[in-house]
């Protein structure tokens, strides 16, 4: 069973790589198959294993997505807990339709 910290450290990381410019969300995969489980909720996403912390996002149609994938692992390397960061970008946004 997670404990309280591992949940408080999970939500951390998720709103950290949420506050990442270009970052749109954190994503599940095709089947939301990326999660980590907690009581009672799941958090999408993000992966804990005992050497790597992984994080799926979807990033913004106008992102520089090397720059953001940098960026992401930078934001979360502290909160990783010495984890290996990957990230991976499932998806992009369509372009924001000007009217």
């Given at each position: ?85 990957a990230v991976t970008i499932e998806d992009v946004d369509e372009p924001r339709k000007e009217n």
């Amino acid at each position: 069973m997670p404990t309280d910290d591992f949940a408080a450290d999970v939500d951390a990381i998720a709103a950290a790589v949420r506050a990442v410019p270009g970052v749109s969300d954190l994503h599940g995969g095709v089947q939301s198959e990326v999660a980590v489980l907690l009581p009672g909720r799941r958090v999408l996403g993000l992966r804990l294993g005992d050497t790597t912390c992984e994080v799926h996002i979807a990033v913004g149609w106008d992102a520089d997505i090397p720059r953001t994938a940098a960026a992401v692992r930078t934001a979360v390397a502290p909160l990783a807990g010495g984890r290996t960061v990957a990230v991976t970008i499932e998806d992009v946004d369509e372009p924001r339709k000007e009217n």
